[in-house]
Structure formats: C-alpha cells, structure tokens
C-alpha cells in the first residue's frame, strides 16, 4: 500500500504560480511511477503531467506544456507540481496517483494508489 496526501492548492489570480506537493508514505516511493491528474466541476479526470521513477523522464498534457513542471525528490518521499501562468482554465481539484505498472501514464485507470486532491482555484 501507498498513501498519498496532497497539499499546495488553494486561490491565485490568473498569471500567478503555485507549487503543489504530493508526500507518499508505505512502500518505497521510488518504484513507482507518479503522475498529476485534475477534475473540475462536471468534467471528467484527465492526465496533466507524468514522472518515471528516477525522475529523468516527464510527460505533459498539451493544455499545460511550456507551463507546468512535475519533478520528485526520491530521498524526500514526494513529488511536485509546479504551476505558472496559470489560467481560470486550471482551476480544478489536483491529484497524485502513483502506478505499479508500465501501460500508459495518461490513462488514470492505470494507476493503482490515489491521493485526496487538493483545489486549485484561479480567478481571473
């Protein structure tokens, strides 16, 4: 088992940054894979940004390349998310999600161990 606990989210005008932070505890962290997914009201989860274990691999949706960093500190136990120039657009709920497996990181049914979510909130 892996546990998930998110923090950073909370309200930023439009053009600001945040930082948001995953902290995992159970089993060793840097065998697994991590990715950041969002929901806002009424819209269905969908992939933001991937990690591998070593963190020398990334991936990132369209809609946030250019903008958004995902990176990890294995020795720290967490993975980050840093945000700029965000956009009334990212305001949803942000989660962690760790996989145990190798399919594809974009798809959220891949991945076996969920955070709580933490909400992002960008006014214009």
């Known amino acids: 088992q892996v546990q998930l606990v998110e923090s950073g989210g909370g309200l930023v005008q439009a053009g600001g940054s945040l930082r948001l932070s995953c902290a995992a505890s159970?089993?060793?962290?840097?065998?697994?894979?991590m990715g950041w997914f969002r929901q806002a009201p009424e819209k269905e989860r969908e992939f933001v940004a991937a990690?591998?274990?070593?963190?020398?691999?990334?991936n990132y949706a369209d809609s946030v390349e250019g903008r958004f960093t995902i990176s990890r500190d294995n020795a720290r136990n967490t993975v980050y998310l840093q945000m700029n120039s965000l956009k009334p657009e990212d305001t949803a709920v942000y989660y962690c999600?760790?996989?145990?497996?190798?399919?594809?990181?974009?798809?959220?049914?891949?991945?076996?161990?969920w955070g709580q979510g933490t909400l992002v909130t960008v006014s214009e």
């Open positions: 990690i591998s274990r070593s963190g020398g691999s990334t």
């Open positions: 159970g089993r060793t962290f840097s065998n697994y894979p």
């Open positions: 999600a760790a996989k145990t497996n190798s399919d594809s990181y974009y798809k959220s049914r891949n991945y076996d161990y």
